[in-house]
């Protein structure tokens, strides 16, 4: 028999990471195609040589998504790998209809070939969820770990939109190492927060030459703190996994993937955003909790809010700018920023879509059930400038920015402004404290898996 020829359907980040550690060194797979969505502008690429190693001097194509069942006959493919998050399972199980219709075996990797181990302790937070709070908590645990005494190196889900070559393994530890990175609004937002407390944080495409440069970092490291992205599960073996999950939107913590992987595996589980979801959404988290993972420790929290500025949204007409992913496959259409409004007394929240430019109206196509907010929407310098013209094209009193960075540091914004930052505040007990006093014990002790 000769090779098995094998597609991985990806989005830029999980599908690399499978292909690194499962495929990459296989003489019995060749990969022949990546397939990829979600993410403006990575189609058309290839995942180059350097990366993919000697068995493909070539390199990888990466082809858009939608032309599978095509490049599944075109190449002889036997089998198409689902590799990226965040989908409702209809969405994954529709995929898995048109792989096998096409012929070929269609097939999901679990975390015993994809986690990597590391030689330092590892807490891993992950979320159920897109925009459940998941950075807040990996903030809230980098906190801990520091009035510890323990030096702290957080690594970031991938998110290799630019040169991938030049994105093999990226150190974050001041700003201008994103100016030189020529981050995207998106990276920025992950990263920046991390680095205003001080954090060094680590990302890029392959995790097992990040792992090791982050267990030597020069600043030292004591414990890895793998903050996730989407709501994938994590790329190392954690000593401690946390999972969050959001009462905002009951019933997505069974019906997403892999999601429902991430709340399977963790040790514990933080309920956010208690404060401003109702009653019977918690109540329904609480339970599916329950149910799913019953050994789990729950932690409730509340994610507070604070603006720069009340007066600038008090009795005002005001455009709401939140997180892009969050809004657009994370589907949230609540968030901070219109808390915020309605908390400090907005006379009226503004529908931006009417005045929505270039790439921000392609978003709005794309993801219909965005309402009344601005995705933050960054991917690429074009994009950014469409998002700089469609604030100044909104009719509003000022602008409410909800964003995790300042977003007024890296386009123009002529309106008033405020900014909303949030936080994440444990309710009674258990605290994250208390969840994470054995791991910090043995983190001191130098004992690691």
């Not at 007409?317 to 409004?341: N, S």
């Not at 503004?350 to 219909?368: K, M, N, Q």
């Amino acid at each position: 028999m000769g090779k098995r020829k094998a597609i991985i359907i990806g989005a830029a980040g999980r599908d690399f990471h499978n292909f690194n550690v499962r495929f990459r060194g296989d003489p019995a797979y060749e990969v022949v195609a990546f397939t990829a969505t979600q993410i403006p502008d990575i189609t058309g690429r290839t995942y180059p040589a350097s990366l993919a190693g000697s068995l493909y001097p070539n390199g990888i194509p990466i082809h858009a998504q939608e032309d599978l069942p095509r490049l599944i006959k075109e190449l002889g493919a036997d089998e198409c790998v689902f590799a990226y998050s965040d989908v409702p399972y209809q969405h994954v199980m529709g995929l898995g209809a048109i792989v096998n219709a096409a012929g070929a075996d269609f097939t999901m990797l679990g975390h015993k070939c994809a986690m990597l181990r590391s030689e330092k302790p590892v807490v891993a937070v992950g979320a159920v969820r897109t925009g459940c709070g998941k950075s807040q908590t990996s903030r809230r645990i980098a906190e801990i770990l520091i009035a510890n005494g323990l030096k702290v190196v957080a690594i970031r889900h991938p998110m290799p939109y630019g040169d991938l070559e030049a994105q093999k393994v990226q150190r974050f530890a001041t700003l201008e190492d994103l100016e030189k990175n020529k981050c995207t609004i998106e990276e920025m937002e992950e990263y920046e927060p991390h680095i205003a407390r001080g954090n060094v944080i680590y990302a890029g495409v392959d995790y097992g030459a990040i792992i090791k440069a982050a267990e030597r970092d020069p600043n030292g490291c004591d414990v890895i703190l793998w903050d996730g992205g989407n709501n994938d599960f994590p790329f190392y073996r954690p000593d401690l996994m946390v999972a969050v999950v959001d009462p905002h939107r009951p019933g997505h913590e069974r019906s997403y993937y892999p999601g429902e992987v991430t709340l399977r595996i963790a040790d514990a589980v933080v309920i956010n955003k208690i404060d401003s979801a109702d009653f019977e959404g918690i109540q329904t988290v609480r339970e599916n909790v329950g149910l799913i993972n019953p050994g789990a420790t729950v932690v409730d929290a509340a994610s507070t809010i604070t603006v720069d500025d009340p007066s600038a949204i008090r009795g005002r007409r005001v455009l709401v700018i939140e997180d892009g992913p969050t809004l657009t496959h994370g589907e949230m259409k609540i968030g901070a920023g219109i808390v915020a409004a309605r908390r400090f007394g907005a006379s009226d929240i503004i529908d931006p879509r009417g005045s929505a430019v270039g790439r921000i109206a392609e978003t709005y196509l794309t993801y219909p059930n965005i309402g009344r907010l601005l995705p933050a929407m960054g991917y690429g310098r074009q994009q950014m400038q469409d998002l700089e013209r469609t604030i100044e094209a909104v009719d509003c009193d000022s602008v409410v920015i909800a964003t995790p960075i300042d977003l007024g540091r890296i386009i123009s914004i002529k309106k008033p402004s405020t900014r909303v930052s949030y936080s994440l505040q444990e309710i009674g007990r258990p605290t994250l404290d208390d969840v994470m006093a054995g791991f910090i014990a043995k983190a001191k002790g130098g004992s690691g898996r």
